[in-house]
């Protein structure tokens, strides 16, 4: 990963008290413009956001979800890896910076790398790969950053205000990680 000096984050388990933050940060459109989320607004209600952590927590929905914390411990968003292939060895990977006051400011890199590690390590994973929609320049900027390459184009992959936009998937290998 070529960086300079990034912040300090950590992540955590999913708490019930997350839902609130999650919940305000879902109703900001340029947050959620580019996350696989229902046509409708606000895409979850503050019900459905518990509904979701709760699976979170509960580890019933196939999701390894966690929040993403400042140093001062400031919830700031939330990492996931989930489509976990034990067999193969890989799983995909899935971010947001929830509090756009720490968008630009290399704290998804530093949340990424941080799920990178624990995905290598503790989930004994060879390959984390992610779904990025082709226009989502500041993500796919961050991504290279971190040392994903390029896998290939998913067309039309997300159905998106009701048209298809194509997806690009990318891949960041053990080997490379930790080279
Ligand atoms: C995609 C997303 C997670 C990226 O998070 P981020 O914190 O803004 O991105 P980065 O950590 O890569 O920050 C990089 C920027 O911080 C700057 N920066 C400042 N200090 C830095 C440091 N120490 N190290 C690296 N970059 C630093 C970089 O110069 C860069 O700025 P630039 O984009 O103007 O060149 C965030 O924009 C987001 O949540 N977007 C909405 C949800 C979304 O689209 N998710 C992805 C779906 S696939």
Redesign the pocket.
Same mark, same amino acid.
């Given at each position: 990963m070529k960086?300079? +000096? %990034?912040?300090i984050v950590q992540l955590r388990e999913l708490i019930l008290e997350d839902v609130e933050d999650r919940y305000q940060w879902c109703l900001d459109k340029e947050?959620t413009e580019? %996350?696989n989320m229902p046509k409708k607004y606000p895409p979850f209600s503050r019900e459905e956001t518990r509904n979701w952590i709760e699976m979170c927590m509960n580890k019933t929905n196939g999701y390894e979800q966690k929040a993403i914390l400042t140093e001062e411990g400031k919830h700031i968003?939330w990492v996931d890896l989930k489509n976990i292939d034990k067999l193969n060895k890989h799983a995909e990977l899935?971010? /947001?910076?929830g509090d756009k006051n720490?968008?630009? @400011?290399?704290?998804?890199? /530093?949340a990424m790398k941080e799920m990178l590690l624990w995905g290598f390590n503790e989930l004994e994973l060879n390959k984390i790969w %992610?779904?990025?929609?082709v226009d989502?320049e @500041? /993500?796919i +900027?961050?991504y290279q950053?971190a040392g994903y390459i390029e896998e290939g184009i998913l067309r039309q992959d997300r159905l998106r205000n009701g048209e298809f936009v194509d997806r690009l998937r990318m891949s960041i290998l053990k080997k490379d990680f930790f080279k």
């Open positions: 960086t300079n +000096k %990034l912040p947050l580019h %996350l968003g899935g971010i /947001a910076i720490y968008w630009g @400011k290399g704290f998804g890199l /530093a %992610l779904r990025v929609e989502n @500041k /993500a +900027k961050s950053r």
